[in-house]
């Protein structure tokens, strides 16, 4: 904002007398008060022509008793004053007065102050009378001269804003502002004589940075921008050009400021996709997430890495810095480190799969070193996650990894211990060679484990996968001494009344000793063991029936152990497939379809990222493409600009016309006196609304204003200042909304204006609400089943929708709810798969915000009101914050019927 913005912003706010004074007291005032007065008396003066009113009358009394004065308030009032001022008579043409006024604002542009001279400089890039200009051109050149910085860098923005308007009154402006450039030494001065001309003569801009472009490393950092930005510019538009500029570019990825180096990074992408080029720009984004303080600009760039990462050539120049991007888990924020790990995991390969996974276990050793931290647990769980992927895709690993993973068994994190019990009992399953080092090693552990959940868990393994007689002893002997006298673990169990785990424990004795029966042939022995874990079951089932639990044992684990005492009372071949077979043919089937659901997720993600040409596609040749067709292609500068503002983005530069006319909202009738229409682009964390007003009377309109507000959580940044339109003329209005957080939100207003030369009121026109969709920012996001459950307990807002559809058939409801919300359905498709009449499924997302929404859908076909009878059920959200649940249940109230989209 300018300076007199400023003042005017802060002028709005200023309070006022329940009336507002007259004009003959404001004159009185004006004329005879002092200093002080005069000052106030300009203020509401100010204020009243912001509100609407005309106040003619006081115009000549101000050039007269006020524009003469030196104080520096008053003139930096008076610039706002001239600013919002009726400068023309109702017919259009100029007010004789303000021809004493443009010669105030000549001394002003030789006063000896800077920062008056600099202040009219800017305050004469708003003026759009050329009348009032003409006069005042050869003091704007003389500025370009004076000793101050402040006022050069403004006549500079004074002279391209009134050469790009009249350009009949400065011709030669681009010629003087190269010569300008050319004996100037201050940065900010630079920087806008280069901008003016990149945009005014680009070949002037062309020829300059030629001279000097060996020195461009010692430049400011505001002009290397605008010189990254000419580069990018001039060589899309020819190619021809790139070898004489990406040695420049190359030299800007050195460059000390952090802005310059990752805008030269994304612009060196762009123009090459040489390996070279391709491996400086990661290792230039890589620096910067190291050095960057910022977590939002660490996770900005680190984008920027996953979308090299997405282009196939690029992706084996990124495999050799893996290593050097794993430098990144140094950072303590959890949100860095989870993108920084899916990263690494997804561009490890063989070649460097051992040292990723040599930097992870030095990782996983630290986390019990460093004091507890909230984040800890998590990053010791992420850490154990990708370790867990590495070994299923890398086989060979293993061996290297579960011996350091299944020390967290004991842990009293009992999230990443479930994780490690997942990967030991998936790892063991899958590597047959590995079974014997994951025996022996949860046999050494398992006496430390301290939750029940793992503890039931490791009691499963064991008894599922110890086939030798001397691991079955050495089971036996664990679970002698987890019920010994000092209170060990499974003891500690039973006596806080947790018999489930008493019932897992049965089931593993039973497996156990019809093993040992099989592999041991004498009677004694086979009695020996059978007897010995019939006894711990019956000596089980006597103490939950006592009184010395905490609680009770139930009915379902008695009957339980006594279905395994029977077991083992009869030692049946039926029995023994039963539990030593089908047991292991169920996991087996499930990790089967867990390894094809993630192999059908990676050959969508392999199909979405290869880039498919079909024989008779028309090749675009740049070099032939009319001057009016570049001018309407999408700026892509602006959009590598924008690249951290989510998805949006890379949408609209897919089909941007259809996407901006999908995003137009009208806020007027067309017969309205005015008419307006907003097109609503949303950023990451704020909307812009960009606003057509258009005037369709014959009329001026004076003081045209937007007025917004706002309902949820949104707040409007600043209020639009006013404007005048000509009649039919048009204008575009922008505003900026802050979002906070997940929930849909309203934005509604009107347009103010006031009729040039009526008396009457202020003339109002109501626009239509314009609604926020919450689906803007929701992604569809996986978590585990573990974590799902967890989050499901913690979070406290639940809100639960009917089913109201028209829709038949379950699994076309839940596709449509799936597209409607885009939320993931976490339940695998083959449990969806088949008809049985009802269907239950788990949905997740997470906001920008890093918000998460939990949706259970429980639905059913009504068979007895007949085939084409709609679904029924419920659906139940949940979320931490209330506006994240009520928000996400209006859109699936809204969405539910097939046709209602």
Not at 288 to 307: G, H, T, W, Y
Not at 459 to 477: A, N, R
Not at 745 to 767: E, K
Not at 783 to 803: I, L, S
């Given at each position: 904002m300018t300076a007199a913005e400023n003042v005017c912003y802060t002028l709005i706010n200023v309070p006022m007398d329940s009336e507002p004074p007259s004009e003959m007291s404001l004159k009185n005032d004006l004329e005879k008060g002092d200093v002080k007065s005069k000052t106030e008396a300009l203020k509401k003066v100010i204020i009243m022509i912001l509100n609407g009113e005309k106040l003619p009358g006081l115009l000549m009394t101000i050039i007269r008793f006020v524009l003469p004065l030196q104080d520096h308030t008053i003139k930096k009032l008076l610039l706002v004053f001239w600013e919002i001022v009726p400068k023309t008579t109702p017919d259009g043409r100029l007010l004789h007065e303000m021809i004493l006024v443009c010669d105030a604002y000549r001394k002003d542009l030789q006063h000896p102050n800077e920062f008056i001279r600099g202040s009219t400089?800017?305050?004469?890039?708003?003026?759009?009378?050329?009348?009032?200009?003409?006069?005042?051109?050869?003091?704007?050149?003389?500025?370009?001269?004076?000793?101050?910085?402040?006022?050069?860098?403004?006549?500079?923005?004074?002279?391209?804003?009134?050469?790009?308007?009249?350009?009949?009154?400065?011709?030669?402006?681009?010629?003087?502002?190269?010569?300008?450039?050319?004996?100037?030494?201050?940065?900010?001065?630079?920087?806008?004589?280069?901008?003016?001309?990149?945009?005014a003569d680009q070949d002037r801009a062309l020829d300059y940075l030629s001279t000097c472009i060996d020195q461009v490393q010692t430049f400011g950092d505001i002009l290397q921008l605008v010189i990254v930005e000419l580069i990018y510019k001039v060589c899309h538009a020819n190619p021809s050009e790139r070898a004489r500029f990406i040695r420049?570019?190359?030299?800007?990825?050195?460059?000390?400021?952090?802005?310059?180096?990752?805008?030269?990074?994304?612009?060196?992408?762009?123009?090459?996709?040489?390996?070279?080029?391709?491996?400086?720009?990661?290792?230039?984004?890589?620096?910067?997430?190291?050095?960057?303080?910022?977590?939002?600009?660490?996770?900005?760039?680190?984008?920027?890495?996953?979308?090299?990462?997405?282009?196939?050539?690029?992706?084996?120049?990124?495999?050799?810095?893996?290593?050097?991007?794993?430098r990144v888990l140094s950072t303590p924020d959890l949100e860095v480190r989870k993108k920084t790990l899916q990263l690494a995991l997804d561009l490890v390969s063989s070649r460097n799969v051992e040292e990723l996974v040599i930097v992870l276990k030095k990782e996983v050793i630290k986390t019990n070193n460093v004091s507890e931290h909230e984040d800890t647990d998590k990053y010791r769980q992420l850490l154990v996650r990708t370790l867990h992927s590495c070994s299923v895709r890398f086989p060979d690993m293993a061996a290297n990894v579960i011996p350091v993973l299944m020390e967290f068994l004991s842990d009293s994190n009992e999230a990443a211990a479930a994780d490690v019990l997942e990967f030991v009992r998936e790892a063991i399953q899958r590597f047959d060679n590995l079974r014997m080092l994951i025996v022996e090693k949860m046999l050494?552990?398992?006496?430390?484990?301290?939750?029940?959940?793992?503890?039931?868990?490791?009691?499963?393994?064991?008894?599922?996968?110890?086939?030798?007689?001397?691991?079955?002893?050495?089971?036996?002997?664990?679970?002698?001494?987890?019920?010994?006298?000092?209170?060990?673990?499974?003891?500690?169990?039973?006596?806080?009344?947790?018999?489930?785990?008493?019932?897992?424990?049965?089931?593993?004795?039973?497996?156990?000793?019809?093993?040992?029966?099989?592999?041991?042939?004498?009677?004694?022995?086979?009695?020996?063991?059978?007897?010995?874990?019939?006894?711990?079951?019956?000596?089980?089932?006597?103490?939950?029936?006592?009184?010395?639990?905490?609680?009770?044992?139930?009915?379902?684990?008695?009957?339980?152990?006594?279905?395994?005492?029977?077991?083992?009372?009869?030692?049946?071949?039926?029995?023994?497939?039963?539990?030593?077979?089908?047991?292991?043919?169920?996991?087996?089937?499930?990790?089967?379809?867990?390894?094809?659901?993630?192999?059908?997720?990676?050959?969508?993600?392999?199909?979405?990222?290869?880039?498919?040409?079909?024989?008779?596609?028309?090749?675009?040749?740049?070099?032939?493409?009319?001057?009016?067709?570049?001018?309407?292609?999408?700026?892509?500068f602006q959009l590598s600009l924008l690249a951290a503002m989510g998805n949006t983005q890379r949408k609209e530069a897919a089909d941007p016309l259809a996407s901006k006319l999908n995003k137009v909202t009208q806020l007027t009738g067309f017969s309205d006196p005015v008419y307006a229409e907003a097109y609503v682009h949303v950023n990451q964390y704020d909307i812009v609304l960009d606003v057509l007003v258009v005037n369709q009377t014959s009329d001026t309109l004076q003081n045209c204003t937007l007025e917004l507000a706002t309902l949820g959580d949104l707040k409007l940044v600043e209020k639009p200042s006013p404007l005048t339109l000509a009649p039919h003329d048009f204008a575009n209005i922008k505003a900026n909304v802050k979002v906070a957080s997940t929930?849909?939100?309203?934005?509604?207003?009107?347009?103010?204006?006031?009729?040039?030369?009526?008396?009457?009121?202020?003339?109002?026109?109501?626009?239509?609400?314009?609604?926020?969709?919450?689906?803007?920012?929701?992604?569809?996001?996986?978590?585990?089943?573990?974590?799902?459950?967890?989050?499901?307990?913690?979070?406290?807002?639940?809100?639960?929708?009917?089913?109201?559809?028209?829709?038949?058939?379950?699994?076309?409801?839940?596709?449509?709810?799936?597209?409607?919300?885009?939320?993931?359905?976490?339940?695998?498709?083959?449990?969806?798969?088949?008809?049985?009449?009802?269907?239950?499924?788990?949905?997740?997302?997470?906001s920008i915000f890093g918000e998460d929404a939990l949706a259970n859908v429980s639905i059913e076909k009504p068979i007895q009101q007949g085939p084409e009878a709609p679904v029924t059920g419920h659906i139940r959200i949940r979320a931490k914050s209330q506006g994240m649940a009520l928000s996400l249940g209006d859109k699936i109230n809204l969405s539910q019927k097939k046709n209602s989209i």
């Open positions: 400089l800017r305050f004469l890039c708003k003026l759009k009378e050329a009348e009032l200009l003409e006069p005042l051109m050869p003091a704007i050149r003389a500025c370009l001269e004076h000793r101050h910085s402040y006022v050069r860098r403004n006549a500079v923005l004074a002279i391209y804003t009134i050469y790009r308007n009249f350009e009949h009154l400065i011709p030669d402006a681009p010629e003087l502002i190269h010569d300008f450039l050319v004996n100037e030494k201050d940065a900010s001065c630079k920087r806008n004589a280069f901008m003016m001309l990149i945009h420049c570019i190359y030299n800007l990825l050195q460059s000390s400021s952090p802005a310059v180096k990752y805008e030269a990074a994304g612009t060196l992408v762009t123009l090459s996709s040489a390996p070279t080029a391709i491996k400086a720009a990661a290792q230039c984004y890589i620096d910067l997430i190291i050095k960057e303080s910022d977590n939002n600009v660490k996770l900005i760039v680190l984008d920027r890495l996953v979308e090299l990462k997405e282009h196939p050539a690029h992706e084996r120049v990124l495999q050799d810095l893996v290593m050097d991007i794993l050494e552990v398992f006496h430390a484990i301290k939750s029940v959940k793992i503890y039931r868990g490791a009691l499963w393994i064991l008894g599922e996968y110890c086939s030798t007689k001397e691991d079955i002893q050495s089971v036996m002997t664990e679970v002698r001494r987890s019920l010994g006298e000092c209170r060990p673990p499974l003891r500690g169990f039973l006596l806080d009344g947790d018999f489930f785990v008493a019932a897992s424990l049965a089931t593993t004795l039973t497996k156990i000793a019809l093993r040992y029966v099989a592999l041991v042939q004498e009677k004694k022995k086979q009695n020996s063991f059978v007897a010995e874990a019939m006894l711990l079951m019956a000596t089980i089932l006597h103490l939950g029936k006592s009184s010395l639990p905490k609680k009770p044992i139930t009915d379902d684990d008695v009957d339980r152990i006594s279905l395994c005492l029977k077991v083992l009372s009869e030692c049946s071949p039926l029995m023994n497939d039963i539990f030593n077979k089908e047991c292991r043919q169920s996991l087996s089937h499930m990790l089967s379809a867990k390894l094809e659901e993630e192999k059908l997720s990676q050959k969508k993600e392999s199909e979405k990222r290869n880039v498919t040409v079909q024989p008779d596609d028309p090749i675009s040749f740049m070099q032939l493409t009319a001057k009016n067709e570049m001018n309407c292609k999408e700026d892509q929930e849909n939100g309203i934005i509604f207003g009107n347009i103010v204006y006031d009729v040039s030369g009526a008396a009457s009121d202020r003339n109002c026109v109501v626009l239509s609400d314009i609604h926020i969709d919450i689906m803007d920012y929701i992604q569809p996001a996986t978590c585990t089943d573990a974590e799902f459950r967890q989050m499901w307990a913690e979070f406290e807002w639940e809100n639960k929708v009917t089913v109201n559809t028209n829709i038949i058939d379950l699994n076309d409801y839940l596709q449509h709810i799936l597209k409607s919300t885009n939320m993931k359905c976490l339940t695998p498709e083959k449990a969806l798969s088949g008809y049985c009449g009802f269907m239950a499924a788990n949905l997740y997302a997470r």
